[in-house]
């Protein structure tokens, strides 16, 4: 399901201290690559073992560890640490995902959904630097958008009104927005963010593209 991270800002409402915009955008980028190879390689070594429930745990400790990364936002080691952490759970949780992907589809669909969202990323991120896109004043009215996403994903689990692949679109449309916004704090400096804020905000955007993608590319082979 569907679920984002909305960073805040540091304690007492100081921002955190000015980084050189390329220097900002080398460390947010470094960080969140590493998270998702952690990701990649915890979803890799427990696909074969982690049950549903087993990742339904891991990912509810996450959401804890998110609460925990914002709560230390003002010691950055401790916030790293506890950031990597939880993509290391992030891939415990999407393991059994991945693993039926696997089994139903083989590689192919799950390497396509990679590299389909890293080349995503890379795109939305040259569109807001080479244009100057900025789509922060519509925050507010996609995190509802999400808030409604959410709520209609509970709902569709105990009434099944809505196809996979339709509300896999709306969460690719969504968090792809959310990319552009990420993208233009980012290139305006952070807006007092630090890079491992802005690194888990960035990273759960790739998480819930890749995952739409992964829904809507084995959607694709089933119905071949």
Do not use: K
Request: proline residues 4%.
């Amino acid at each position: 399901m569907a679920y984002r991270f909305q960073p805040q800002t540091p304690y007492g409402g100081q921002l955190a201290p000015a980084i050189p915009t390329q220097s900002l955008l080398a460390q947010v980028l470094g960080i969140t690559a590493l998270g998702l190879c952690v990701t990649a390689l915890s979803a890799w070594l427990s696909q074969d073992f982690v049950t549903p429930g087993m990742g339904l745990v891991a990912m509810i400790v996450g959401f804890i560890l998110l609460i925990a990364i914002n709560a230390t936002r003002a010691n950055e080691g401790l916030s790293l640490l506890l950031f990597y952490a939880f993509t290391f759970l992030e891939g415990v949780g999407i393991a059994p995902v991945i693993g039926q992907y696997l089994r139903a589809f083989g590689p192919d669909v799950v390497v396509n959904a990679a590299l389909t969202t890293g080349l995503g990323m890379f795109a939305l991120a040259a569109i807001v630097y080479a244009t100057g896109l900025d789509l922060r004043r519509f925050q507010g009215i996609f995190l509802i958008a999400l808030l409604g996403l959410i709520v209609l994903g509970i709902v569709s689990i105990f009434v099944r009104f809505i196809h996979p692949e339709t509300y896999a679109w709306l969460t690719l449309v969504i968090f792809s927005g959310l990319v552009l916004i990420d993208f233009a704090r980012l290139r305006a400096g952070g807006n007092g963010l630090s890079p491992v804020l802005m690194a888990t905000s960035i990273y759960l955007d790739a998480i819930n593209i890749f995952l739409a993608l992964l829904q809507i590319f084995g959607g694709r082979r089933s119905s071949d």
